[in-house]
């Protein structure tokens, strides 16, 4: 079992669509989670950092489920400019806090 | 520029030649990381350095792969006698270590091709 699971998708939906996104991550002793946005042949850039009170920025609104161990993102109102792939991110513990990534889910935004 | 920055941004070698990329992080960032994303797939952890020390290497860092940073700023990654699975984007990034969040942040990457 991968340590942190996402649905590559891709996700294809129209302008003005809301569209969500899971992750389910395995070790129960994360302590922080975030969503990367990442374009096509580009580095992944900070979306959001993902809190248990769950937390919202515009249009992205992000939710962590400690005792389901999974992050979701909401994106409302989609734009053509949110075409990207969306990487689940959790930070290993142990003390060197490396990041721990999914496969990302691909997100198209159609017109 | 005050980001992560990576150097060469491409690179397409021969199977066999060796080839050196170089990291400069956020100047004030104690915490540097290097990873390996291939197409397709997330990026996957190689090394860890906390300022000078190399703290972690991952399984994925075969003996062909050493990692530097000798005065705990800017570090380089080397791979020996290159292989045609090494190709792949070469990501560095950096943190900082009184951050208690660990936000990391990415440079654009290297990119190698071998052939």
């Known amino acids: 079992r991968k340590e942190v699971e996402q649905d590559p998708g891709p996700f294809n939906v129209p302008e003005g669509a809301t569209v969500a996104f899971n992750c389910t991550y395995s070790n129960s002793a994360s302590q922080s989670f975030f969503w990367y946005r990442q374009d096509c042949r580009k580095e992944p850039k900070l979306l959001m950092s993902v809190y248990s009170s769950g937390n919202e920025d515009g249009r992205f609104t992000a939710q962590l489920n400690r005792a389901s161990q999974y992050i979701s993102l909401l994106i409302r109102d989609s734009k053509l400019s949110d075409s990207a792939t969306y990487l689940c991110v959790v930070n290993n513990p142990s003390g060197t806090y490396k990041y721990i990534f999914g496969t990302g889910t691909r997100l198209k935004v159609l017109a | 520029d005050t980001g992560v920055s990576q150097n060469p941004r491409h690179k397409i070698t021969k199977r066999g030649q060796n080839v050196t990329f170089r990291c400069d992080p956020i100047s004030e960032h104690n915490r540097l990381y290097w990873y390996r994303q291939t197409l397709g797939q997330g990026p996957e952890f190689l090394t860890y350095?906390?300022?000078?020390?190399?703290?972690?290497k991952s399984r994925l860092l075969s003996d062909r792969f050493s990692a530097e940073r000798p005065k705990g700023s800017f570090s380089t990654l080397e791979i020996q006698r290159t292989e045609q699975g090494d190709s792949a984007m070469y990501l560095c990034a950096s943190s900082l270590g009184e951050d208690t969040v660990h936000i990391q942040y990415f440079g654009a990457g290297t990119r190698l091709s071998v052939l």
């Open positions: 350095f906390q300022n000078e020390a190399q703290l972690e």
